[in-house]
């Protein structure tokens, strides 16, 4: 990825835009690459208080799922680029979170109450 550019605003530092959007769009596609040069491997393994696997993802999956996620977001949520999403912690977070990056919209970490 390359150095993000700042511009000087009234409230602060921000990026510009074409930078980020260029940003995001290398990081993307290293994930991609990365989902498909390791497609069998485990991406991440959830577990149970007491070690018991719960779920596991290849990277396949975790490729597969966000690009299912990311299309509902698009056709049949409507969301646009500034929407955010909200989502309990759990191994389904970090393919929702890639769906967001690729969406534009902002992933949003809640812990629900116990």
């Known amino acids: ?5 700042l511009v000087q605003h009234p409230t602060g530092y921000i990026c510009k835009k074409r930078t980020l959007e260029n940003n995001i769009r290398s990081f993307i596609s290293l ?3 990365t989902a498909n040069n390791n ?3 485990t991406f991440a393994t959830w577990y149970k208080d007491r070690g018991e696997t719960v779920d596991e993802y290849s990277f ?3 490729w597969e799922e ?3 996620v990311a299309h509902h977001f698009h ?3 409507k969301l646009r680029k500034g929407d955010q999403v909200c989502y309990n912690f759990g191994l ?3 393919a929702s979170c890639i769906s967001c990056i690729r969406a534009g919209v ?3 970490l809640v812990y629900l109450p116990s």
């Open 1 to 5: 990825l390359g150095p993000i550019d």
């Open 31 to 33: 994930i991609q690459g």
């Open 39 to 41: 497609a069998d491997k």
């Open 60 to 62: 396949d999956t975790l």
């Open 66 to 68: 966000a690009d299912i």
């Open 75 to 77: 056709v049949e949520w």
């Open 92 to 94: 389904q977070f970090f």
């Open 106 to 108: 902002a992933a949003v």
